[in-house]
């Protein structure tokens, strides 16, 4: 059986030869060169990371990380024949540590005999830390050339050990240009066009997401219709094919990756890129708690006193969508995104609140002024506790100017606000007091 993620891999040298019209469209479309992968010019291009390391000669252990679908198998398999080492693969979801030993005492017996070994191990995130760390000692002294596929980002997923020891190389999701490529070329192979209208045929690409993988798989139930069908349009299309679902995982990167597109749209003013992403997240099935946790955060942060009335608004949509669960619910999240995205911005109470934190802690336990202690004792008042005292209600302007801060600490402006929304009028009071602070 061909391999699940090996999009445009080599075929297996030992695997009997099947008639072309039994075998996978993409199994018959895996191309022999790496020149022949569509979509990771950056990579495998003249001026590739990888295609410069072959010019040299000089193979280093790499992490290929991308999305499913895009060759990461393909390119393992055929680095290993540009190198001209034997290729060994391993899945992390099936493998233990008792298939990674053997696989290094081949390695070893390998190259005594003077053959090097190029181990791909596809999910290497799957392997645990002590799994992982097996891996160093081959990969320092040349006992195999690794080539770890994953899905995730590896600075999440992997020891920080074995990073240290491999090229990390990004694949990207295939555009719509290397998409189209593909369904070219398996136009090509069965020497007759797909049955799609052209609009048809661009909502073919964009429900494959960018997985080459799945857009042949799909071009493949295409081709078994008879061949005198009509060419289908978009909604002829979508009954025939499934749309996939999206690709979001709630605990892994992508789930970290929208949830602050959603964040820092609104910080920009763009509640329709903002809106973008939070259909996004629900798409992928993401809880609308969290994302309704997450713009209260966001009010607090980066809206604060430029529009008091964002938070309540926030916990409004959250109590909202508490009441009315999905999909009414949700809704009242959509108008806090809105509300949110397009309400002055300001991170004065965020900044200064950092601020405020950090002089708590350099100055240790100064006591507050005498003069604002309550008194409630006969010794606390003999020890001058409340002495001097102005109460502010009872003052000009109702405002004695008095000192609040420690004895021994500079006056310190931790709160500055900016010149918009509501705190453009908090600027002006805190201006104003200020002047009476001077002259009293």
């Given at each position: 059986?061909?391999?699940?993620?090996?999009?445009?891999?080599?075929?297996?040298?030992?695997?009997?030869?099947?008639?072309?019209?039994?075998?996978?469209?993409?199994?018959?479309?895996?191309?022999?060169?790496?020149?022949?992968?569509?979509?990771?010019?950056?990579?495998?291009?003249?001026?590739?990371?990888?295609?410069?390391?072959?010019?040299?000669?000089?193979?280093?252990?790499?992490?290929?990380?991308?999305p499913p679908g895009v060759g990461k198998t393909t390119i393992a398999r055929l680095l290993?024949?540009?190198?001209?080492?034997?290729?060994?693969?391993?899945?992390?979801?099936?493998?233990?540590?008792?298939?990674?030993?053997?696989?290094?005492?081949?390695?070893?017996?390998?190259?005594?005999?003077?053959?090097?070994?190029?181990?791909?191990?596809?999910?290497?995130?799957?392997?645990?830390?002590?799994?992982?760390?097996?891996?160093?000692?081959?990969?320092?002294?040349?006992?195999?050339?690794?080539?770890?596929?994953?899905?995730?980002?590896?600075?999440?997923?992997?020891?920080?050990?074995?990073?240290?020891?491999?090229?990390?190389?990004?694949?990207?999701?295939?555009?719509?240009?290397?998409?189209?490529?593909?369904?070219?070329?398996?136009?090509?192979?069965?020497?007759?066009?797909?049955?799609?209208?052209?609009?048809?045929?661009?909502?073919?690409?964009?429900?494959?997401?960018?997985?080459?993988?799945?857009?042949?798989?799909?071009?493949?139930?295409?081709?078994?219709?008879?061949?005198?069908?009509?060419?289908?349009?978009?909604?002829?299309?979508?009954?025939?094919?499934?749309?996939?679902?999206?690709?979001?995982?709630?605990?892994?990167?992508?789930?970290?990756?929208?949830?602050?597109?959603?964040?820092?749209?609104?910080?920009?003013?763009?509640?329709?890129?903002?809106?973008?992403?939070?259909?996004?997240?629900?798409?992928?099935?993401?809880?609308?708690?969290?994302?309704?946790?997450?713009?209260?955060?966001?009010?607090?942060?980066?809206?604060?006193?430029?529009?008091?009335?964002?938070?309540?608004?926030?916990?409004?949509?959250?109590?909202?969508?508490?009441?009315?669960?999905?999909?009414?619910?949700?809704?009242?999240?959509?108008?806090?995104?809105?509300?949110?995205?397009?309400?002055?911005?300001?991170?004065?109470?965020?900044?200064?609140?950092?601020?405020?934190?950090?002089?708590?802690?350099?100055?240790?336990?100064?006591?507050?002024?005498?003069?604002?202690?309550?008194?409630?004792?006969?010794?606390?008042?003999?020890?001058?506790?409340?002495?001097?005292?102005?109460?502010?209600?009872?003052?000009?302007?109702?405002?004695?100017?008095?000192?609040?801060?420690?004895?021994?600490?500079?006056?310190?402006?931790?709160?500055?606000?900016?010149?918009?929304?509501?705190?453009?009028?908090?600027?002006?009071?805190?201006?104003?007091?200020?002047?009476?602070?001077?002259?009293?």
């Amino acid at each position: 059986m061909a391999d699940p993620d090996d999009l445009f891999g080599a075929p297996d040298p030992a695997a009997p030869p099947q008639p072309d019209t039994n075998r996978p469209l993409a199994d018959r479309l895996r191309p022999a060169t790496l020149s022949d992968i569509v979509g990771q010019d950056h990579l495998l291009g003249p001026d590739g990371s990888i295609a410069r390391m072959l010019q040299r000669g000089s193979l280093a252990s790499l992490i290929l990380w991308g999305p499913p679908g895009v060759g990461k198998t393909t390119i393992a398999r055929l680095l290993a024949a540009g190198a001209g080492l034997a290729f060994v693969q391993l899945s992390a979801v099936f493998s233990g540590v008792a298939d990674l030993k053997r696989t290094f005492d081949d390695a070893t017996r390998r190259r005594r005999t003077g053959q090097g070994t190029l181990l791909f191990v596809d999910e290497i995130h799957r392997f645990n830390r002590a799994q992982q760390d097996g891996f160093l000692p081959v990969v320092e002294n040349g006992t195999v050339t690794l080539i770890g596929a994953t899905t995730e980002n590896p600075s999440f997923a992997l020891n920080g050990a074995l990073l240290s020891r491999c090229q990390v190389m990004v694949l990207r999701r295939l555009d719509d240009a290397a998409l189209e490529r593909l369904l070219a070329r398996a136009e090509a192979e069965i020497d007759r066009p797909l049955p799609l209208t052209q609009d048809a045929r661009g909502t073919l690409r964009a429900m494959a997401d960018g997985d080459g993988r799945y857009l042949l798989n799909m071009a493949e139930q295409l081709i078994a219709l008879p061949e005198r069908t009509q060419a289908l349009d978009t909604a002829a299309l979508s009954e025939v094919l499934a749309r996939r679902a999206a690709l979001y995982d709630k605990d892994r990167e992508e789930h970290y990756n929208l949830i602050s597109a959603l964040h820092k749209s609104l910080r920009g003013s763009d509640p329709d890129a903002a809106l973008y992403w939070f259909a996004r997240m629900l798409n992928g099935g993401e809880d609308p708690r969290y994302i309704a946790r997450r713009l209260v955060r966001f009010a607090a942060e980066d809206i604060g006193m430029a529009d008091p009335g964002a938070l309540p608004q926030a916990l409004a949509g959250w109590e909202t969508y508490e009441r009315l669960g999905s999909p009414e619910g949700e809704l009242a999240i959509a108008q806090v995104v809105v509300y949110l995205g397009t309400a002055p911005k300001s991170n004065a109470v965020y900044a200064a609140f950092g601020q405020a934190r950090a002089a708590a802690k350099n100055t240790g336990s100064l006591m507050p002024p005498a003069h604002i202690l309550n008194a409630p004792t006969k010794l606390m008042k003999q020890l001058g506790y409340g002495a001097g005292y102005e109460y502010d209600h009872g003052a000009e302007d109702a405002f004695s100017g008095q000192n609040y801060f420690p004895d021994g600490m500079d006056r310190v402006a931790f709160y500055q606000p900016k010149d918009r929304g509501f705190e453009r009028e908090i600027a002006r009071r805190l201006e104003y007091w200020a002047e009476l602070r001077a002259k009293r």
